[in-house]
């Protein structure tokens, strides 16, 4: 589902990701782990071209993101084309993003009817569906501010799923929660990975990693260091930046 070959991204003199490869296989969960300045965010930003590469490509079900190849050359795709794009790839952030002026029913079905085009009601409909299997059906009617963080987190997703995308990537979703709502949020991830939903996870959280997780990946220093089934990478890592980060985390 996901190839990301020889990405390097820069913010001026500060190289942020320096040739990063990675392979997501359809249906599997890979989470990414490591240090704050590691490259784990901007990472994940590149993959739906919100970031754009120095060099190196990304591609998404056999799909550049954000370019076109001609010859040798890559060429950006227009804006149109990019915002088409990221309705195949969903982002939940850490900071929710939800508008604030809208109900938790608007904030579901915009995208929906404003992108794709979906008859409103349509939209309506399948939103109440997600709201319910997020666990928040009574909560349609209201507006962000009356929400919890993990509620909000939970809408976000619900967002996300609402242009039912062929990959979810969570950019430490739980960060911004207070411990005790954590959990409600990765219930709602663990459920998606259940059902088989490609997706990339950013996070922290090192008992999700181990339960939930088809593939650990390491970073650090904006390289991947070390990647493998959860039960190698956070029992049995070999290298010593991993066990490291590791014995500080556990």
Known sequence: ?????????????????????????????????????SGKSTLL???????KVDSGSVSVDGALVGYRRSGNKLYELREREILRQRTEIGFVFQNFHLFPHLTVLENVTEAPVSALRRPKKEAVEAARTLLARVGLAEKADAYPRQLSGGQQQRV??????????????????????????????????KDLAHQGTTMIVV??????AREVA??????????????????????????ERTKSFLSKVL
């Open 156 to 189: 976000a997703i619900a967002r996300a799923l609402a242009l039912e995308p062929k990959l979810l990537l969570f950019d430490e979703p739980t960060s911004a929660l207070d411990p005790e709502l954590v959990g409600e949020v990765l219930d709602v991830i």
């Open 45 to 51: 930003r590149t993959i739906n071209h919100l970031e």
């Open 214 to 239: 088809d593939t650990v990946v390491f970073m650090d220093g904006g390289r991947i260091v070390e990647q493998g089934p959860p039960g190698e990478v956070l029992d049995r890592p070999r290298h």
């Open 1 to 37: 589902m996901v190839e990301v070959r020889s990405v390097h991204k820069s913010f001026g003199p500060l190289d942020v990701l320096k040739g990063v490869d990675l392979d997501v296989r359809t249906g599997e969960v890979t989470v990414v782990l490591g240090p704050s300045g």
């Open 203 to 208: 996070t922290h959280e090192i008992g999700f």
